[in-house]
């Protein structure tokens, strides 16, 4: 199995352009994902850029949007939940 440093850059490429998502691109190249992987893909892929290299951009996972008040009346309903014992 490929490390997380062990993906040339052809490789990288080719994963990163013909992917949607940082998820896709460690399915396409047979690595676990996780948010440290996501974070260091999304490094590399701004350092090539810098570097000339046309790489597309993928949406930022935006938290705007999200209806704030309900997710808290949620989390507060399942923390009571569980204070309860059930």
């Keep these: 199995m ?22 896709e691109v460690c ?5 676990p994902y ?5 974070r260091r893909f999304r490094c590399r892929a701004r350092e090539y850029r810098k570097r000339g290299v046309p790489l597309k951009r993928y949406p930022k996972n935006l938290i705007q949007g999200k209806d704030w008040s309900a997710l808290r009346e949620l989390a507060q309903e399942e923390l009571d939940r569980n204070e309860g014992g059930e």
């Design 2 to 23: 490929k490390g997380k440093n062990d993906v040339d850059a052809v490789d990288f490429i080719k994963a990163w352009q013909r992917s949607s998502s940082t998820r």
């Design 27 to 31: 399915a396409r190249l047979n690595l």
């Design 34 to 38: 996780s948010a440290g992987a996501s």
